[in-house]
Nanobody, 122 residues
């Protein structure tokens, strides 16, 4: 049974920080790429960060490099997204996802999705 539960979204001022959490069911945390997508109003959903659960390899979208950091706590089956120096354009629904599809270094799709957590920068 695949289950992803996100938390941590909030309203924050520009320049502020947030940490999103995604707790995965044990079966979901088998070796695969997990990560985060975001979707702003009127825009397509976009992959922003990914991490390999059985190692430390990561991918980031160019728009977030240096500001967003993905990490994991394997003992807790949890993936985190630390978001610093937030900008209004980071406002979006953020979705945790598992079994990501990565092509040419880009996070393009996923097989399993959480319900999302809202981040608003204003």
């Amino acid at each position: 049974h695949v289950q992803l539960v996100e938390s941590g979204g909030d309203l924050v001022q520009p320049g502020g920080s947030l940490r999103l959490s995604c707790v995965a069911s044990r079966s979901t945390y088998s070796p695969n790429y997990m990560g985060w997508f975001r979707q702003a109003p009127g825009k397509e959903r976009k992959g922003v960060a990914a991490i390999y659960t059985d190692g430390s390899n990561t991918y980031y979208d160019d728009s977030v490099k240096g500001r967003l950091t993905i990490s994991q706590d394997k003992a807790k089956n949890t993936v985190y997204l630390q978001m610093n120096s937030l900008k209004p354009e980071d406002t979006a629904m953020y979705y945790c996802a598992a079994f990501l599809v990565i092509q040419g270094g880009r996070i393009v799709d996923a097989h399993y999705w959480g319900q999302g957590t809202q981040v608003t920068v204003s």
